[in-house]
């Protein structure tokens, strides 16, 4: 089993501030591995540190010289007049048909490879890095929150794409389910070190909390010997006939002490208070032929829906078709194009978002923030208990806003909205930056909500324990999906499995093949082969050519006029394969 890369005692700090120390482990060949860790652990460092983009102020990491390390950025890197296709072959220095094949398993198709990459929204970024890091054909990938703003139907191709890698990983995220289902062990980092759990996040999980309780009841029964001899010390001490006893019983304590053990406070959120709002069994919504969108650019038509008074209402769809838009619209952040909504009246509505977070004063403290938002009947008592159930305690109270870091600001901003008593919640994303405790704790809190709740979010986990209502974005249109959001993912995993499912909807391709003969089917599956065939010729044939090219490097001062033909013979080959390759691949995606 090959070592990849091993780190032995690895330490960080940033202005004097221990970020992480004695961090230690090793990964082979072929394992795939979830970092986690709470906001602030150094996960994020520690995979600048591994690429190279910084510098470990201690110990030493080890990385085979077989290893290729692959880091998904959280940055852009392409240029501001690149296509999408262009930045691809650039970053991977790989073949136009290798490049197109690869982003095809990601339905990167050729029209949003012929655009700006800086046109393009999130979560096609975020695919096109995906694509861009696959490319350099690494052995070790560094993943850092892969699942941020990606849509449901990506983060499905990305878990399908990586159970069948059969090389490294390391992923740091917040995602549960993600995790889970892509990664077979676990790693938590922490300031003082690491610890290295072969089996999956929940099962590690499980044995984080069984470890804990063992932990408390061992401490427990060390606190029931203290107290019975401390009783014994007590009434005995200054007996002359009990004091030799008393003394021993002294020592005896002292030494309880040292076998006391230190558990340290990482268990995060754990529970949400949420103030209680006048129920209401009234429609408070109605949305009536309406489109969204901006200036002359339509985003979705012809919206119809009846909101009833406690519903949570999830708004689902692939990144780009208006969820975001549509929370904008009924927030009245932007005006509908055409149609109407109102809501029922004396609602207190208030929206969580990035556009609300970026709207906080920099300025203004934590604590200062958390009263403003309060309402007057709301005693100091709960806002501090709501600060502290969002981790916000003492000297945290007293950072400026400004200085807060995205998971922090987002926690804060939702503490200050729900001690404001809405009615009526907005959230785009509201997941995003929150660690598993507190998704975990939040979804248990909005579930008891007894106000409603309109929500985007490609949480799962979150998804599936708040929603009782789906409005699905697709094809420029909304539907209202009459099932559960366990059912509708279901639904979803299938389609993409099959490979229906297109960028914005179900596949010309798969409409067609519906369509077709059984004869002209079989005669799509033939095309199909002769692509696989020619794809693994090209291969063969690029590395013949390498090596003629690494000959004319390394004798450049005669002349092999065989060879030299040789060359312009291949070359020629190649051009003629790749342009066959092109054809086919054209006529399978538009069905001819």
């Known amino acids: ?6 780190l032995q005692k690895l330490a960080k700090e940033y202005s004097g501030e221990k970020i992480f120390s004695n961090l230690s482990f090793s990964v082979t060949n072929k394992q795939k591995i979830g970092i986690v860790g709470r906001n602030g652990a150094g996960k994020s460092t520690l995979f600048r540190i591994l690429s190279g983009e910084e510098v470990a102020d201690g110990g030493e990491i080890i990385i085979n010289e077989k290893t290729k390390i692959a880091y998904l950025k959280q940055y852009n890197d392409w ?9 691809l072959i650039r970053i991977s220095d790989q073949e136009d048909w290798r490049v197109r094949q690869l982003a095809s398993k990601f339905e990167l198709r050729e029209e949003r490879l012929q655009l700006l990459a800086n046109s393009l929204s999130g979560g096609w970024r975020m695919r096109l890095k995906i694509c861009a890091m696959l490319l350099q054909d690494p052995n ?4 850092d929150e892969p699942t941020n703003y990606l849509d449901l139907n990506t983060i499905l191709l990305l878990e399908n794409y990586l159970r069948s890698y059969n090389k490294s990983f390391l992923i740091i995220s917040h995602d549960r389910n993600f995790l889970q289902k892509t990664c077979h062990e676990t790693i938590e980092i922490s300031k003082t070190g690491c610890y290295h759990y072969t089996g999956s996040i929940d099962a590690y999980l499980d044995f984080k909390a069984q470890k804990l309780a063992t932990l408390i009841k061992a401490n427990e029964s060390l606190e029931r010997q203290q107290e019975h001899w401390q009783e014994f010390i007590d009434r005995f001490r200054y007996k002359a006939s009990k004091a030799k006893q008393a003394q021993a019983m002294i020592r005896k304590i002292s030494k309880l002490e040292e076998k006391r053990i230190k558990i340290e406070d990482d268990t995060g ?7 209680a709002v006048q129920p209401r069994n009234n429609f408070i919504l109605k949305i009536r032929n309406m489109t969204i969108g901006y200036q002359e650019k339509k985003v979705v038509e012809n919206i119809q829906l009846d909101l009833k008074a406690g519903e949570k209402l999830a708004i689902l769809g692939l ?7 549509l929370i904008k ?3 009245k952040d932007i005006n509908p194009l055409s149609g109407s909504f109102t809501w029922s009246t004396n609602l207190k509505i208030v929206c969580h978002s990035q556009e609300e977070m970026e709207k906080m004063d920099a300025h203004e403290q934590a604590g200062s923030y958390l009263r403003r938002m309060a309402t007057s009947d709301i005693k100091t008592e709960t806002v501090l208990k709501m600060a502290g159930d969002f981790l916000f305690i003492d000297e945290e109270l007293k950072k400026n806003i400004g200085i807060l870091s995205g998971g922090e600001k987002s926690r804060l901003l939702l503490a200050g909205l729900l001690l404001s008593k809405p009615d009526v919640l907005l959230l785009d994303e509201v997941t995003c930056h929150l660690d598993f405790e507190t998704r975990d704790a939040l979804a248990i809190a909005l579930k008891k909500y007894q106000g409603s709740i309109i929500f985007a979010s490609h949480d799962r986990g979150f998804c599936e324990a708040i929603t009782n209502s789906i409005l699905e974005l697709e094809n420029g249109g909304a539907k209202i999906i009459y099932e559960d959001y366990s059912d509708y993912l279901k639904r979803l995993e299938k389609r993409i499995l099959q490979g229906q499912l297109d960028n914005h909807a179900v596949s010309d391709k798969s409409k067609k093949l519906k369509e077709k003969s059984r004869q002209d089917y079989y005669g799509y599956r033939a095309k199909q082969k002769k692509i696989q065939s020619l794809e693994k010729e090209l291969e063969k044939m690029h590395v013949y050519k390498k090596n003629l090219l690494n000959y004319f490097l390394e004798n450049y001062q005669k002349y092999n006029k065989e060879k030299n033909e040789e060359l312009e013979m291949i070359t020629r080959r190649i051009a003629d394969k790749e342009e066959y390759w092109l054809m086919l691949q054209t006529e399978l995606e538009t069905g001819k």
Do not use: D, P
């Open 1 to 6: 089993m090959t070592i990849l890369l091993q």
């Open 79 to 87: 240029q501001a007049v690149e296509t999408a296709l262009e930045y």
């Open 140 to 143: 070790l990938l560094l993943l």
């Open 269 to 275: 959120i754990q529970r949400i208070n949420v103030a």
């Open 319 to 325: 990144n780009g078709l208006g969820k975001s838009t």
């Open 329 to 331: 619209t009924l927030n």
